[in-house]
């Protein structure tokens, strides 16, 4: 459904590119995450003959998988606004697939990491258009939940935290040991990989790296899909690491840099969420408006009844409050060099949007009544991939007890 955009700046070409992925999200997103949504097993979901791949391939094909790359390395070279206008299009369709073709910040890590890793992870990554390229970003544990993402605040640094994935100095390499959690996002299917890991214990979290690295190397193995209560069309699993060797060349960034470093990179993901949840709440919004202007109830329509009304309206001014905190918030970081982001702006937009996202697909059930509940309605599946917005990228408990320290320490930044 088309909706008016309060940015009064839309080009010609910002028309175009929100067209074609509502198209794409409308026609193949949507009725290809219905299907996955309803398979019994995580693995079944991923097979080779699953209808998943002829997402991926079709995404890939339109280069939706390198949205954020700059056109040097081979990405489409849009602006920030521009992705995150593309983007609430695309998680409208589907937040799961949405993720799953966002998994790879391998790719996006390795720029940082020097010309050598452009050429082994980004340039090919951008350059696939068949979906045979799919990294991974691995950073939580079974003991080490959100508690790894809370760079900056005072627990970070605490000496007392010991990791369960552990890289140790061996000449010109690195040696990982220990295990990544069951919620490794694209693990099933990833062929590369940017690890997050302690190097020195002495600093707590704070003590990690960042490494970029292929996983077709004797110690890595992965455990068995997972199925959760949403979002089942996202591929997830264990990633265990036993005397894994990687090049110190892999290395991006280490205990000097990495606090600062995985800071400046949540910035950027925290709001991508956000602006995902948007269009998820704006499906469920969607989804019932439309049922209300068809369902009679009463002897009218309930789009007639003015409960129902005031109910579509605070559904409404949610979404569109939603849209405006987390597309600023993405404009903003994604336009800022890592110094300069504002991570509470990227919690801000991502907690708000998320719980947005849950409170408007409630209300859309709600609004259908007992078929809501069903899976034959789309509210039902709206609503259980809304939950896990909350914990997707940070629990939204934790992200704001470090927004809320960040606030106290920091507000009013400086511009």
């Known amino acids: 459904m088309e909706y008016c955009n309060m940015d009064l700046n839309l ?15 409308e026609t193949v997103m949507r009725p290809i995450s219905i299907q996955l949504d309803k398979m019994a097993t995580a693995e079944e979901v991923i097979a080779p003959e699953s209808p998943f791949w002829d997402y991926m391939r079709k995404g890939y ?16 070279g849009l602006t920030p606004f521009q992705i995150a206008l593309v983007m609430e299009e695309l998680a409208w369709g589907s937040f799961g697939l949405t993720l799953a073709i966002n998994t790879s910040l391998d790719a996006a890590v390795a720029t940082e990491g020097g010309e050598e890793l452009i050429k082994q992870f980004t340039i090919p990554f951008c350059q696939c258009t068949d979906a045979s390229y799919i990294g ?12 790894t993402l809370m760079p900056g605040h ?13 890289a140790r100095p061996d000449g010109n390499e690195y040696v ?29 979290h704070a003590g990690g790296g960042i490494f970029v690295f292929s996983l077709d190397r004797p110690g890595v193995s992965k455990g068995k899909p997972v199925h959760s209560i949403g979002a089942r069309e996202l591929n997830q699993c264990e990633i265990f690491f036993d005397d894994v060797r990687v090049s110190k060349d892999n290395l991006v960034a280490g205990p000097i840099n990495y606090e600062a470093a995985l800071l400046a990179h949540l910035s950027m993901t925290t709001p991508m969420v956000g602006v995902w949840s948007v269009g998820l709440a704006r499906a469920g919004f ?3 408006l439309n049922y209300a202007r068809v369902r009679e109830q009463g002897g009218k329509l309930l789009i007639e009844h003015s409960f129902v009304q005031a109910k579509l309206f605070n559904m409404f001014t949610k979404v569109e409050a939603a849209r405006q905190i987390a597309r600023a918030a993405f404009v903003y970081n994604w336009s800022s060099p890592p110094e300069k982001r504002v991570p ?5 937009a991502k907690n708000f949007a998320s719980q947005t996202a849950l409170e408007v697909t409630s209300d859309a059930i709600q609004i259908l009544g007992s078929n809501g509940l069903t899976p034959e309605y789309l509210t039902e599946k709206l609503f259980r991939d809304a939950r896990t917005t909350l914990i997707c990228d940070g629990s939204n408990d934790v992200l704001g007890i470090a927004g809320g320290y960040t606030v106290a320490q920091t507000y009013p930044r400086k511009p």
Request: charged share 25%; proline share 6%.
């Open 154 to 166: 005072p627990s970070f640094r605490d000496p007392k935290i010991k990791a369960q994935c552990k």
């Open 11 to 25: 080009t010609k070409e910002d028309r175009v590119l929100k067209d074609s992925a509502h198209k794409f999200a």
């Open 61 to 76: 094909s339109l280069g939706y998988h390198k949205l954020p790359f700059p056109e040097e390395v081979g990405g489409l």
């Open 286 to 288: 969607e989804e019932a």
């Open 136 to 147: 991974t970003w691995a950073i939580t544990e079974p003991d080490h939940g959100s508690d």
């Open 176 to 204: 990982i040991n220990g295990q990544k959690a069951a919620w490794i996002s694209g693990g099933p299917l990833a062929k590369t990989i940017v690890l997050m890991c302690q190097i020195d214990e002495s600093m707590g």
């Open 344 to 348: 509470e702006y990227g919690f801000a």
